[in-house]
């Protein structure tokens, strides 16, 4: 994947992403004409050192008419509740 979709995924600016790159060449390759071998764990790994979240996909769609699934879908509303809370408080200083 190019910088622009890893920024992308990760919810960061291309800066943030090339900036990153740059300085930790150890976590994001390079290939032989120089060009960056983004995959998806190194995605991953750019999230971790840049102290962001990824958001899980989350359960599909056929469970929301499932009465058995309401308890794991209030606990994934209100992970992302908390994480959404956090990301505003964060921004607000």
Do not use: W
């Not at 910088?3 to 960061?12: H, M, P, R, S, T």
């Not at 790994?45 to 840049?50: K, M, P, S, T, Y």
């Amino acid at each position: 994947m190019s910088i622009k979709e890893c920024a992308d995924l990760i919810g960061v600016s291309t800066r943030v992403v090339s900036r990153y790159a740059r300085r930790n060449a150890d976590v994001v390759p390079r290939d032989r004409l120089g060009r960056y071998v983004i995959t998806d764990d190194v995605a991953r790994d750019i999230a971790a050192g840049l102290g962001v979240v990824i958001d899980a996909p989350g359960l599909p769609l056929d469970v929301l008419s499932d009465p058995s699934m309401r308890e794991a879908l209030t606990r994934l509303r209100f992970e992302r509740e908390h994480r959404l809370m956090a990301l505003i408080r964060q921004r607000e200083r």
